[in-house]
């Protein structure tokens, strides 16, 4: 039954084409910049309601709920005060015959800041189509993909197919911050025999993440006047905290050179994980040795440096374990050893590359004139948390240039491809797959 409606989902889509394009505009026009904790939500909740009233009118389920804290609050991705105050998110349920697999296509809904707005050639929120791309904040990354599949949903629905297994269009906050909408959505009971998200893949299969730590190091000094001679710190003398965290830089740099080198940590998609310095401050006054300094690191690492609940406490105790060995090479630190403090943890994940999930949807990007591949993400997206939660998730999206920078832009080509490779994937998948 599926090959029976291939050609008329193709044709539906491509119809559709400037439809797809004014979604995607529409999606762009509301400020969803991702927000900072404790900041006040922008227009989450109109967006959510904008695709609600879509997804309803074609027939769908939806519910839209604004998710208690309490319910993601035990995660190492987000804090304990977590809220999602006017920031709501939204399943549709596209009911099938219940004789087939359920597919779940989820997309996150915020976008990162248009700054700096003064690099962009047009208004980064009024989205514009100029040489076959559509440009604005968020029409690669992932608003363009959202309408994307939210267009296949409603082809399917308007042409009166029915589905073997049930179709979830799930669309979530949080995701450029820690992924907080997803996890709400799993509390919430999201789920689905396997999923897919539209990030900006170049219609390559990214089937692996990388995980990401956030630790700040503080490492301490002791002030005193910088133009004044000083007696050694055991008399009383100043300690440069700069110097001293220079000394702390070059040992988490030896580690990531290290791990750059363990045949263990070698992946055959993922690059090793690294330790970035990302963050520094340090100094209370331009004539005083500097009492502290304060570095932060983006930490990334692979599915098999995950601990058994996948979350990077190995990690974790190595870098805590390596900072020690360096700070006793030196005699102040030694009697003064660097804190850590640590924020997220966003864990790996990895779906096997013949899943059938992989497999259709591979299968669908051939059948509308597009080849795939396999491929992985070097940073980490929301299919993680389907994955971690028993549902497979792997991403799927067109071509972007300019994802978080200025003059973001998706190829309108690969829009229309892509919403005709997720029609086409639920189509095959709810059927292959039961």
């Known amino acids: 039954m599926a090959g029976a409606h291939t050609e008329r989902v193709i044709d539906e889509i491509e119809d559709r084409r400037d439809e797809l394009v004014s979604l995607a505009r529409d999606l762009i026009r509301f400020d969803t910049t991702a927000r900072e904790p404790g900041e006040p939500a922008r227009d989450e909740a109109a967006l959510q309601a904008h695709l609600a009233a879509r997804l309803r009118r074609a027939g769908a389920e939806v519910d839209v709920w604004e998710p208690a804290g309490a319910e993601v609050a035990d995660s190492p991705q987000v804090p304990d005060d977590i809220e999602f105050r006017g920031r709501p998110q939204l399943v549709a349920r596209f009911a099938g015959t219940g004789s087939g697999a359920s597919l779940l296509f989820n997309g996150h809904i915020d976008a990162v800041s248009v700054q700096p707005r003064g690099e962009w050639s047009s208004d980064p929120l009024r989205a514009e189509v100029r040489d076959g791309r559509l440009y604005g904040r968020g029409a690669c990354d992932m608003k363009g993909g959202v309408a994307a599949m939210v267009v296949a949903a409603e082809a399917l629905a308007d042409l009166r197919i029915r589905l073997e297994g049930d179709l979830l269009v799930n669309t979530v906050t949080d995701e450029e911050w820690n992924g907080a909408g997803?996890?709400?959505?799993?509390?919430?009971?999201?789920?689905?025999?396997?999923?897919?998200?539209?990030?900006?893949?170049?219609?390559e299969a990214w089937v692996a993440c990388r995980g990401i730590l956030n630790p700040t190091i503080t490492v301490q000094g002791r002030a005193g006047h910088a133009e004044m001679p000083q007696p050694n710190w055991r008399d009383g003398g100043a300690?440069?905290?700069?110097?001293k965290a220079e000394l702390i830089l070059a040992a988490v740099r030896r580690l990531s050179e290290d791990w750059g080198k363990r045949p263990e940590l070698r992946h055959p998609?993922?690059?090793?994980?690294?330790?970035?310095?990302?963050?520094?401050?340090?100094?209370?006054?331009?004539?005083?040795?500097?009492?502290?300094?304060?570095?932060?690191?983006?930490?990334?690492?692979?599915?098999?440096?995950?601990?058994?609940?996948?979350?990077?406490?190995?990690?974790?105790?190595?870098?805590?374990?390596?900072?020690?060995?360096?700070?006793?090479?030196d005699e102040w630190l030694a009697e003064h050893p660097p804190t850590l403090a640590w924020s997220t943890d966003l864990p790996p994940a990895e779906v096997a590359d013949d899943h059938q999930i992989v497999v259709t949807v591979m299968s669908a990007a051939e059948c509308v004139g597009r080849a795939s591949r396999i491929g992985a993400l070097h940073s980490w997206h929301d299919p993680a948390t389907f994955t971690r939660s028993g549902v497979p998730t792997i991403s799927f999206g067109p071509s972007g240039v300019g994802m978080h920078a200025p003059d973001e832009c998706v190829i309108v080509d690969d829009l229309v491809a892509c919403a005709q490779a997720y029609a086409l994937?639920?189509?095959r998948f709810t059927r292959e797959a039961a």
């Not at 997803?182 to 219609?203: F, K, Y």
């Not at 300690?239 to 110097?243: F, L, T």
């Not at 983006?298 to 609940?309: C, E, G, S």
């Open 182 to 203: 997803g996890l709400a959505a799993v509390a919430h009971g999201v789920r689905a025999d396997a999923g897919l998200v539209p990030e900006p893949t170049g219609l």
């Open 239 to 243: 300690v440069n905290a700069i110097d």
């Open 269 to 329: 998609l993922l690059n090793p994980g690294s330790l970035v310095a990302t963050v520094i401050a340090g100094g209370e006054w331009w004539v005083t040795f500097p009492a502290t300094c304060q570095i932060t690191f983006d930490i990334t690492y692979l599915p098999a440096q995950a601990d058994a609940d996948g979350y990077g406490s190995a990690v974790r105790y190595e870098l805590e374990e390596w900072i020690a060995a360096a700070a006793r090479d």
């Open 425 to 427: 994937s639920a189509l």
